[in-house]
């Protein structure tokens, strides 16, 4: 495994994962994984499927922690803070770091509330109408949402379902967004939305995105973790680990491990 | 080797199998003519001999003496109302928090498997004793205010009989809530305790109602768990700590009386029970198709 | 990029303590609320118990076995009314299991439209929700009096034979099967019912597919591949008719003498903890509680098994 050091990599560290390990129940399900996500940029997730990458997303705002026998060894810091230190509040962490799902899944509540839920919970004290506003706008569901704020959050289209989710998790202004494969379940034009809005997003935010999708990450990204199922551990048990973490246009062009290079070509995955 | 007959593909009613098939089936229409001519028969003599006596005058008076002619069943149908109000105050509570503690916060210990064993025992504990265990409890005892028989007496005992349901229902509905929908609250920085209020539970809400609805049907019509804990009255309800009359304790006792006007008035307070307990089914059945849809 | 410059307009970013305390203070109230079940339990089984200490070393198993009820003497043994518990319930069962089955497979085979179905599905299940004392007092003024005329020809045709050996008069352990049958059906319809649906689609076209009929599907796959949980349905339905208190009561006479005739007055322990109870002091409401106990157990047992047959099931198609 090679961490190479990402141009970007310099400036400011947002999330640091340290040498982490995560296991449901017996079976490990990724190993000892180093990254230095950047702050205020997009950084993608990639590699075949079973590799882990969706479990080390989430356990970058401790999602996992719902997972019945899901457990980390190592350490993720957040701006220095292990989030997985004893004091440390799950609840208060995801206030920080914001995730959105691979299945849209707004609340059985109308789109204004939809939003205004995660902001009255984080005890928000601002005018909540512009703030619906907003995140509305920044997720670019507007216009198409601006008539029926009243009506249920279901009443719209998976895209647009999907947007409101992201819609949601900027309302409470997190530091970072974490999105698992957030277009998975969507048509190319929502996609291609959702794809221009994250170029907005990340003058604001950090984003850490999953795809599976190699042009997407082309597209969105400016740092790249391939992750990749390897066979190193005993007898058949396959465990997930990052390969490789630099620049996406250096894993792209000229990555230098031969697994990136045969994934990104397409000669497996 | 022999071949198998090949002739026209005609239906031969004639054939042993087609015989035993319309025998089945004949036997079978038969069993379910059966099964249901009770309810017909019990739904007519209840709407036929308790429909016919029912007024304003029949619902608000209290029951004659022995012997003696008119009269109603105003306090029973007052002291029914009571009682399930206080088994329901004291059950949804109960069962839908150890619902929610089976659905949501337990990680199928060894905790959850008991409480979930133990529910099941106490479903079917008969309802008889329930009423035992309350008397033995809280009569017996003198536990409130040294008051033996009382209105809250019988209605603990109601409620231990509806615990279990309410907390089946309660843990079944939560567990067909979406668990992309709690990540959702999660993941916009809700505590468990938001999240469960606020979504979880609404959104498993229909579902929880119907079963609610069932058990507070079930309980109003229950005799066996009132006739030594809430016992019976032939006066208005006086508080909460006193015997307190009920319309299934009702039907009980004037059904074995040699009066006239009493065993018409089991079968008036019969009548409002089932038409009661049949609306609140009514309510469930729709309730449940709201929840599918 | 410097976040810390943003406004924060979110109060609780940093989460309160007393957000913090009421989440654990819920989670421990959901804790403390599921234990009051096992609380109730250890409960009932602490009154009971202890209240039948003192029949248990009076009369020791003995109790069982005799049936000489006799307050003024104060000899008390339950066995008339053991042994009427588990006939009521027995018989009823033989009625009411194929009853119960033929209406929930005629509900769930194709064999007439799909809305009567719905409807008659429907109807059994609000038998179910009729209270039993609503039935009882139906089965006092009208079943009992129907049924008369039938078991007295019985009486003067087999009355040779013990179980027919009285002429009926009125409440007595025949009508109190009848009602009880009444009281089980939807059960063991519904859960039949439920059983039938699991068997999957597959395994009924594999038995159309090789040229079955319809009931010789029935019989030789459908039913065999959903006996379990008919079972597991069963053994419920009998819980419910031992533990069946109101309807049997007001049927069954409440007579302590032993008869093995079904047109007899009889007693069971319920009917009997009902119709004395209230009125009992002193040795006598012991001896009730221990037959209480001896209720709860067979009980127990048979929901026990009832809720093992039914996992099993699951476990085979889940």
């Known amino acids: 495994m090679t961490v190479s050091s990402p141009s970007t990599m310099a400036t400011d560290t947002c999330i640091a994962v340290q040498n982490v390990s995560i296991s449901y129940g017996s079976q490990e399900a990724v190993r000892g994984v180093y990254m230095d996500i950047p702050r205020g940029k997009v950084t993608a997730f990639i590699g075949p499927s079973g590799c882990g990458k969706s479990t080390v997303l989430r356990a970058l705002n401790r999602m996992n922690d719902l997972i019945e026998g899901c457990s980390l060894k190592g350490r993720v810091l957040f701006d220095g803070h292990d989030l997985y230190a004893k004091n440390v509040d799950p609840v208060e962490v995801r206030r920080r770091i914001g995730m959105v799902f691979q299945k849209p899944n707004p609340f059985p509540k109308t789109i204004y509330e939809n939003i205004a839920f995660g902001a009255r919970i984080n005890g928000f004290r601002g005018n909540m109408d512009e703030l619906v506003e907003r995140s509305l706008r920044k997720a670019a569901l507007w216009d198409e949402a601006k008539d029926k704020l009243n009506e249920s959050g279901y009443a719209l289209s998976g895209g647009q379902q999907q947007r409101l989710c992201i819609a949601r998790a900027i309302a409470i202004e997190p530091e970072v967004i974490l999105m698992d494969e957030p277009c998975s379940a969507l048509d190319p034009i929502s996609t291609l939305k959702i794809e221009e809005m994250m170029h907005e997003l990340k003058k604001s935010y950090t984003i850490v995105i999953v795809t599976h999708n190699m042009q997407q990450a082309v597209r969105v990204s400016d740092v790249t973790g391939f992750f990749n199922v390897s066979n190193r551990a005993e007898g058949d048990r396959k465990v997930g680990c990052l390969v490789e973490f630099a620049d996406t246009e250096q894993i792209f062009n000229s990555p230098s491990q031969q697994a990136t290079q045969d994934y990104v070509s397409g000669r497996f995955g | ?293 | 990029m410097a976040t810390g410059q943003r406004p924060d307009l979110f109060a609780h970013r940093r989460r309160p303590p007393g957000e913090k305390l009421l989440d654990l203070s819920f989670q421990r109230l959901t804790v403390v609320l599921a234990s009051l079940v096992g609380l109730v339990l250890v409960g009932i089984l602490i009154t009971v118990l202890g209240g039948s200490r003192e029949a248990m070393g009076q009369f020791g198993l003995g109790f069982l076995t005799t049936s000489d009820w006799d307050p003024v003497g104060g000899h008390y043994g339950a066995f008339t009314a053991i042994y009427g518990t588990l006939i009521t319930s027995l018989l009823a069962l033989l009625i009411a299991v194929p009853l119960g089955v033929g209406t929930a497979v005629f509900i769930t085979e194709n064999i007439i439209p799909l809305q009567i179905r719905q409807v008659l599905g429907v109807m059994v299940e609000l038998l179910a929700a009729i209270p039993s004392v609503v039935l009882g007092l139906w089965a006092i003024f009208v079943m009992e009096p129907f049924l008369r005329p039938g078991l007295t020809g019985l009486h003067s045709l087999l009355g040779w034979l013990p179980f027919f050996s009285t002429e009926p008069q009125g409440p007595g352990i025949a009508p109190a099967v009848m009602i009880l049958v009444v009281m089980i059906l939807p059960i063991i319809t519904a859960i039949s019912r439920d059983s039938l649906n699991q068997v999957p689609p597959s395994l009924r076209q594999a038995a159309y597919g090789i040229g079955a009929t319809r009931w010789g599907a029935i019989l030789n796959v459908i039913l065999p591949a959903a006996i379990s949980g008919i079972t597991g349905g069963v053994m419920l339905a009998l819980g419910r008719a031992m533990g069946e208190t109101m309807a049997v009561t007001m049927i069954i006479g409440n007579s302590n003498n032993f008869s093995l005739s079904l047109l007899a007055p009889g007693n069971t322990i319920s009917s009997m903890l009902a119709n004395q109870f209230g009125e009992a002091d002193g040795v006598q409401v012991s001896a009730l509680m221990y037959a209480a106990l001896v209720l709860m157990l067979l009980t127990l047992v048979v929901n026990v098994l009832a809720q093992q047959i039914v996992r099993r099931l699951s476990l085979k198609y889940n």
Not at chain 2, 62 to 82: Q, S
Not at chain 2, 150 to 164: N, Q, R
Not at chain 2, 249 to 263: D, G, S, T
């Open chain 2, 1 to 293: 080797m022999t071949s198998f007959p090949r002739g026209a593909l005609t239906y031969r009613p004639g054939l042993a199998r087609n015989r035993y098939n319309q025998l089945f089936t004949g036997l079978a229409a038969v069993f379910t003519a059966l099964a249901v001519l009770p309810l017909v028969l019990v739904l007519v003599y209840v709407l036929i001999k308790g429909g016919s006596l029912i007024s304003l005058r029949l619902l608000s008076e209290l029951p004659p003496a022995p012997g003696l002619e008119g009269g109603g069943i105003g306090n029973a149908l007052l002291g029914t109302l009571i009682v399930t109000l206080i088994a329901s105050l004291i059950a949804i509570p109960v069962g839908v928090g150890s619902g929610v503690y089976l659905a949501e916060y337990s990680r199928g210990g060894a905790f959850a498997r008991f409480v979930r064993f133990g529910t099941n025992v106490l479903a079917g504990v008969p309802s008889i004793i329930c009423g035992v265990f309350v008397y033995g409890l809280i009569v017996a005892t003198r536990a409130f205010a040294g008051q033996s028989y009382s209105a809250v007496a019988g209605g603990i005992a109601l409620a231990v009989l509806m615990v279990p349901t309410v907390i089946k229902t309660t843990d079944e509905a939560l567990k067909l809530v979406a668990n992309e929908l709690r990540w959702g609250a999660l993941g916009v920085g809700a505590s468990k305790f938001v999240t469960i209020t606020r979504i979880t539970l609404p959104a498993a809400l229909a579902p929880i109602a119907t079963g609610v609805v069932l058990a507070i049907a079930r309980a109003a019509g229950e005799t066996a768990p009132l006739i030594f804990t809430a016992l019976f009255s032939p006066f208005w309800p006086d508080g909460l700590l006193n015997p307190i009359a009920s319309m299934s304790v009702l039907i009980y006792n004037f059904a074995i009386m040699p009066y006239e006007a009493q065993i018409s008035l089991a079968w008036a307070a019969s009548f409002v029970l089932v038409v009661m307990i049949l609306a609140a089914n009514l309510l469930a059945r729709w309730l449940g198709k709201l929840s599918r849809t």
